[in-house]
């Protein structure tokens, strides 16, 4: 099957199918666009909540907090989970960006947790808007950068795509596989990781560890219709951070707009690769 590629940036895309590269050469230095952060460490300001079974911003039982400047998901208050998946989203949404995020996985799942979400928690990028969510709805429409922590029993990376009512195109054919594994190495322990993701509106995702590429596809789409092969394209959408029955902290939230670049491919790539070219790991 032959994909068509439709996104006005295609070009930068297959620029950037190549690892990234330093751009020593360059005449003209493209101005590096600054971290802007997404979490102030003191509240929630500018964020919603949506939990499953409950309404649109009710944080039910505090899941969703801000302690020792840090950004906490708790279960302390829940008697049992019950599939009561939440999602935190920024209230701003985008289409071509950098997003870099310091977790760490804590205690004990709380009671009631599936098994597979045992240290286990996602960002959710180019999402549906949580206003247009079901109440008993689990997860929005989406993709999911998986973040998972070791249990002490085999490999367990994480960074990996999951796709809650979408699906993606890699080496040039769709991908409709739920949960497709990254390269990470395995963490386990309380140990911080970041995670960050490079995504360009409708042409490429890129998954980076600790400075190092884990995984990238093409072609975010929503499911198809129909009987179709492919779905419409995502162009732009939600930012969320997932609540799963696994504690975890965030300590960072962070975020470089690309936007003012994306009609421009050589501009573009120019400050992607210098961007990238700092290897950014989470201090312990």
């Known amino acids: 099957m032959k994909i068509k590629l439709k996104s006005p940036i295609l070009k930068a895309a297959l620029l950037?199918?190549?690892?990234?590269?330093?751009?020593?050469?360059?005449?003209?230095?493209?101005?590096?666009?600054?971290w802007e952060q997404m979490f102030?460490?003191?509240?929630?300001?500018?964020?919603?909540?949506?939990?499953?079974?409950?309404?649109?911003?009710?944080?039910y039982n505090n899941t969703f907090r801000v302690e020792n400047g840090q950004l906490e998901v708790r279960y302390?208050?829940?008697?049992?989970?019950?599939?009561?998946?939440g999602h935190l989203f920024y209230k701003k949404q985008y289409s071509h960006y950098?997003?870099?995020?310091?977790?760490?996985?804590?205690?004990?799942?709380?009671?009631?947790?599936?098994?597979w979400a045992l240290r286990?928690?996602?960002?959710?990028?180019?999402?549906?808007?949580?206003k247009t969510m079901g109440k008993n709805q689990d997860f929005p429409n989406s993709i999911e950068v998986q973040l998972l922590g070791g249990t002490g029993e085999g490999k367990r990376p994480t960074?990996?795509?999951?796709?809650?009512?979408?699906?993606?195109?890699?080496?040039?054919?769709?991908?409709?596989?739920?949960?497709?594994?990254?390269?990470?190495?395995?963490?386990?322990?309380?140990q911080w990781v970041r995670a960050e993701v490079l995504v360009l509106g409708d042409s490429l995702v890129v998954h980076y560890v600790n400075g190092e590429e884990v995984?990238?596809?093409?072609?975010?789409?929503?499911?198809?219709?129909?009987?179709?092969?492919?779905?419409?394209?995502?162009?732009?959408?939600?930012?969320?951070l997932q609540s799963e029955s696994h504690p975890i902290d965030f300590r960072k939230v962070e975020i470089i707009d690309l936007e003012q670049y994306a009609k421009d491919p050589k501009k573009l790539k120019e400050v992607i690769d210098k961007l990238m070219s700092a290897k950014r790991v989470a201090k312990q």
Not at 16 to 34: E, R, T
Request: net charge negative; aromatic share 8%.
């Open 120 to 130: 286990n928690s996602g960002i959710m990028i180019h999402g549906q808007d949580p």
């Open 215 to 240: 995984l990238r596809y093409q072609q975010p789409q929503k499911d198809p219709v129909g009987g179709a092969e492919e779905g419409a394209l995502l162009k732009s959408g939600t930012i969320s």
């Open 16 to 34: 950037l199918a190549a690892p990234l590269l330093f751009l020593g050469s360059s005449k003209i230095a493209a101005p590096l666009p600054k």
């Open 76 to 85: 302390d208050k829940y008697t049992k989970f019950d599939q009561q998946y």
């Open 40 to 59: 102030d460490g003191k509240d929630l300001k500018g964020w919603d909540i949506k939990i499953r079974n409950h309404d649109f911003n009710d944080n």
């Open 98 to 115: 950098l997003i870099g995020v310091e977790y760490r996985f804590v205690g004990e799942q709380a009671n009631g947790g599936e098994g």
């Open 159 to 190: 960074c990996n795509v999951c796709t809650p009512g979408t699906q993606y195109v890699q080496h040039g054919k769709v991908i409709k596989t739920h949960c497709v594994e990254s390269s990470s190495p395995t963490f386990t322990g309380d």
